[in-house]
Antibody, heavy 122, light 107 residues
Framework: QITLKESGPTLVKPTQTLTLTCTFS??????????VGWIRQPPGKALEWLAL???????RYSPSLKSRLTITKDTSKNQVVLTMTNMDPVDTATYHC??????????????WGQGTLVTVSS | DIQMTQSPSSVSASVGDRVTITCRAS??????LAWYQQKPGTAPELLIYAASSLQSGVPSRFSGSGSGTDFTLTISSLQPEDFATYYC?????????FGPGTKVDIK
């Protein structure tokens, strides 16, 4: 059974750097095809894809946020970390991590974490 | 970027109604399309992948169709637990993009 859970600060100040950790179980990022993505959702708004990392360390970013995002993996800990620099109040959102398998489901995220609400405010 | 649009933005329906939601891509995406259901305060759940394949465990009243630029999600007989917001997502190319969502609420 695949599970994912996000962790990190609930409140950050403008200009600070946000670091979020996705801890997962039920699969390994050493296994071919496996990947983890990050998706966010501002309160009352739609989903926005942010970044994705695959087992082979292929990394993809949203072009509009690429300069601010870094995604990394720690296969020994079953974790994926997303950092976002220069946080702004418009970045207030629930941040989800989700599982994806390259070559299956045609790019769908089949398992999601519950999400963590991050508020950006001074 | 591939832009995704959905219509309607909201629909009011009754239990037992047939509901159809449309998703359109700004360029052809083959069948690289997924549908998700999201209830308030919870994570999205995958309903349909590859435009028409039902995710394991999802009731058969949900179905998807389409290819290229035009796609539909159909709920054949709306159940109380189906009142939610539905999103489409393309994965043909990066950046992945989601539609704005369609809220299905009680008439």
């Amino acid at each position: 059974q695949i599970t994912l859970k996000e962790s990190g600060p609930t409140l950050v100040k403008p200009t600070q750097t946000l670091t979020l950790t996705c801890t997962f179980s039920g699969f390994s990022l050493r296994s071919s095809g496996m990947g983890v993505g990050w998706i966010r959702q501002p309160p009352g708004k739609a989903l926005e894809w942010l970044a994705l990392i695959y087992w082979d360390d292929d990394k993809r970013y949203s072009p509009s946020l690429k300069s601010r995002l870094t995604i990394t993996k720690d296969t020994s800990k079953n974790q994926v970390v997303l950092t976002m620099t220069n946080m702004d109040p418009v970045d207030t959102a629930t941040y989800h991590c989700a599982h994806i398998t390259r070559g299956y489901y045609e790019g769908a995220f089949d398992y999601w974490g519950q999400g963590t609400l991050v508020t950006v405010s001074s | 970027d591939i832009q995704m649009t959905q219509s309607p933005s909201s629909v009011s329906a009754s239990v037992g109604d047939r509901v159809t939601i449309t998703c359109r891509a700004s360029q052809g995406i083959g069948t690289w399309l997924a549908w998700y259901q999201q209830k308030p305060g919870t994570a999205p759940e995958l309903l349909i992948y590859a435009a028409s394949s039902l995710q394991s465990g999802v009731p058969s009243r949900f179905s998807g169709s389409g290819s290229g630029t035009d796609f539909t999600l159909t709920i054949s007989s709306l159940q109380p637990e189906d009142f939610a917001t539905y999103y489409c997502q393309q994965a043909k190319s990066f950046p992945f993009t989601f539609g704005p969502g369609t809220k299905v609420d009680i008439k």
